[in-house]
């Protein structure tokens, strides 16, 4: 990776980060089986990873960390033998925690119409929210892209690992609370690392069906739902029962229940009109101890309500990173380093309380102070951080807070002109 900031905003970051890390070396999070981990670091002054290191004791990577401000550090969610032997082979894999990585990038906000933006490098046709694989109008695949993450991407996010520990981890997959480490990675989202016995030994393809299961991948709707019949009841699903099934079943009750316009687009006038006119008979049959879907599919039928499931699967359905999770080997990042493209230590929570709490603010930047810097991108004009306006063209200077303006700098989106403390 080449860096793109100039020596000055370089040497300024990596003192910051160093001043960090003399104050907070306690920060840093020391995992379970720490011996036999794999650390790694980015550093400032060095491209590519400097991986495969080892320490016997936790003083040692505090010295490594100190004597060299690494720009992004990380250990392997793996446990390893000789976890400094550079040959995968050689390291003798014992086993690997389950993780997970939900990100606000992967995760459809409305808000990424407002900050996000991308531009053709060919013909200058440019547009507001995700990218377009290729251009629409000349078709070139060479698109420049400005990607953001405002406090609703990270609401979202956050909204998106509450649901996967809730509908799923626990209730449906057993495991405990006690066993979940909540990361927050320092920019665009959280870690979740699942520490339990049983599931350090399991295997890229078990762990892939955990992720099948929860991102509902393979799942056939027609399968789970009961089946239509022309004539008697239509024995339906309890409204308690766990699994995917148990799931759709409460969410149609939820939606019969207060019925709106959205389900109208999905299952048509008619159906929609027949499914309020008989909400009230569909709900008492719905909580009945033997429930009964009978009034439900006679008002959408077999087709409308196969629509509205479908819909619901993908509302209920978590959007995690499977890359992360079926990778047994993979390195992520350390609780209490600095994320080096945003300045922000990377966050233990407390269990679901804190998580509910979190919000991106300022206040989770160890820094303070105030900053000059002049922007050396184009960066759209509403955009805001931390309170603060962020927009402008490039060449731009602005006064910022000190953490705001780190942001920037490690982003590469600006350089620092100076610094007051
Ligand atoms: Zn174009
Ligand atoms: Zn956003």
């Known amino acids: 990776m080449k860096f793109g900031m100039n020596v000055k905003s370089k040497n300024l970051l990596k003192s910051l980060f160093r001043q960090y890390y003399r104050r907070n070396m306690d920060r840093i999070f020391i995992p379970k089986n720490f011996a036999n981990r794999e650390f790694a670091f980015q550093l400032f002054d060095k491209q590519g990873m400097v991986r495969h290191l080892g320490f016997e004791k936790v003083e040692e990577l505090r010295n ?54 991308w531009k053709c490098l060919n013909c200058g046709f440019e547009g507001a929210g995700p990218p377009p694989d290729k251009c629409p109008k000349c078709g070139s695949q060479n698109i420049e892209k400005f990607t953001w993450v405002c406090e609703k991407c990270i609401e979202a996010a956050k909204n998106e690992l509450i649901k996967l520990i809730e509908e799923f981890l626990i209730p449906d997959l057993g495991f405990k609370v006690s066993d979940l480490l909540i990361v927050f990675s320092g920019h665009r989202g959280f870690h979740l690392h699942i520490q339990c016995e049983d599931c350090l030994k399991l295997t890229s393809e078990e762990r892939r069906e955990i992720v099948d299961y929860v991102k509902a991948i393979g799942l056939k709707v027609e399968l789970l739902l009961p089946k239509y019949k022309r004539r008697g009841e239509i024995i339906g699903i309890d409204l308690g029962e766990k699994g995917w099934r148990g799931k759709i079943a409460r969410k149609i009750f939820e939606k019969v229940s207060l019925p709106n316009e959205s389900i109208r687009e999905i299952v048509g006038d008619k159906a ?56 047994t080997h993979r390195l992520i990042r350390l609780p209490g380093s600095l994320h080096g493209k945003t300045g922000l230590p990377v966050i233990t929570l407390k269990g679901i309380g804190e998580l509910e709490k979190f919000e991106l603010k300022p206040e989770l930047s160890p820094f303070k102070g105030e900053a000059s810097i002049k922007l050396t991108k184009d960066i759209p004009s509403n955009l805001r951080l931390f309170g603060e306006n962020v927009g402008g063209r490039k060449g731009t200077k602005l006064k910022l807070s000190l953490p705001t303006a780190i942001y920037l700098v490690a982003r590469e989106l600006a350089e620092f002109e100076e610094i007051r403390k």
């Open 64 to 117: 490594f960390i100190l004597e060299n401000v690494p720009r992004h550090a990380y250990y392997s969610t793996a446990i390893y033998i000789l976890p400094s032997a550079s040959d995968m082979d050689e390291k003798g894999w014992l086993g690997a925690e389950l993780v997970f990585d939900i990100d606000a990038d992967h995760l459809d906000t409305p808000c990424k119409y407002e900050h996000d933006r």
């Open 272 to 327: 929609y009109t027949r499914l309020v006119e008989n909400s009230e008979k569909i709900i008492r049959e719905m909580s009945e101890t033997t429930p009964k879907w009978t009034t439900l599919y006679k008002s959408l039928g077999s087709k409308g309500l196969t629509k509205l499931v479908k819909t619901i699967v993908d509302e209920i359905k978590c959007s995690v990173d499977e890359k992360v999770t079926i990778d």
